[in-house]
């Protein structure tokens, strides 16, 4: 059976083939009567628009590109990119758009897959992920015009579409609550320092402690990749040195997963010699044993959201009312209410000094 084409459902239903286009399009010359019973018809003989004819007319693909960070195998690495896409696609499923996904390993160039996209008209417009402050993605793409949404803030002065998750407020209150437990000794386990999110949080997690005149101390913050293996190596690390922190603010599920690993290997638990708080985009640190209460802002959530921003600045809108920034949830897990049993150990701690 051939595929049907706009003439196909023009010959149906007795109408032109320019009424049958226009009232695909929601056109305002057409009545409302009509648009409903061309898009019925065109659901029941599943018509497609010829998105290559479209392309050829007026330059678009309907395809847009996300650019997202991919783990290798020799490491459990973030694997939030999973669940941006399935929000991405989510947003994309009632409209004319595709997603390509190019994955981003580990040591690639980042303006390769941008300058590609861009000079090769792969696609409409780009979504990619985890700025920096300075960021020359950013740079090149709003010079060329090219329409696009960050997940992430830079420090640029030129506004451009964004998404973010509110990190400095995630180390602050973590740190906060922590605080509020009797811990005195907090260590951050962060992001790398390139990203502009883990300033964020780094601000956050000192305001905290300035406000609770508490030192900060900068052998407590490990920067490091977003991987289960940085997240052992930075326990075992700082349970080496000669005051060890009772608490630990993770950047991700992950780190959390080689956290709660390297402790073990040290001879400490979560909720008898350690105190965990997470952020986390997905359910997973929910199975956690134990659970530990989290930071929780929805990957799926983000990508959908992201898909939305860039589809409104593909048709023209405004960059400066296409920028979010998100608030985290509180989860409360047990991890976290059985660390209000140190207490009184941080604080002997504390007092001892």
Known sequence: MSRPTLKTLARQLGLSVTTVSRALKDGDDVSPETIELVKERARLVGYRPNLRGISLR???????????????????????????????????????????VLPQLPGDEEMGHIRNVVEAQMADGLIFTRTKPQDERAKYLIEKKFPFVAFGRTELFTPFPYLDIDNEEIGYEATLRLIGLG???????????????????????????????????????????????A??????????????????????????????????ECGREIGRDATVIGFDGTPMTAYYNPPITTYYASLPDAGRRLAELLIEAIAGADPATLREVWKAELIERQSDRLG????????????SR
């Open 58 to 100: 007026t330059g678009r693909t309907s395809r847009i590109c996300a650019i997202l960070p991919v783990p290798t195998i020799g490491d459990l690495g973030d694997i939030g990119f999973v669940a941006l896409i399935e929000g991405i696609m989510m947003a994309l499923q009632e409209t004319q758009y595709s997603l390509t």
């Open 183 to 229: 811990h005195r000794r907090i260590a951050l386990i962060n992001p790398p320092r390139e990203y502009t999110y883990s300033g964020h949080r780094v601000l956050g997690y000192r305001r905290a402690l300035s406000e609770r005149a508490l030192p900060f101390d900068d052998a407590l913050i490990h920067y490091n990749d977003l991987g289960a293996g």
């Open 231 to 264: 997240g052992r190596a930075a326990a075992i690390d700082l349970c080496g040195i000669a005051d060890p922190p009772t608490a630990y603010v993770c950047a991700n599920a992950l780190s959390v997963m080689g956290l709660i690993t390297g402790l073990r």
């Open 340 to 351: 209000a049993g140190l207490r009184s150990q941080a604080a002997d701690s504390s007092l």
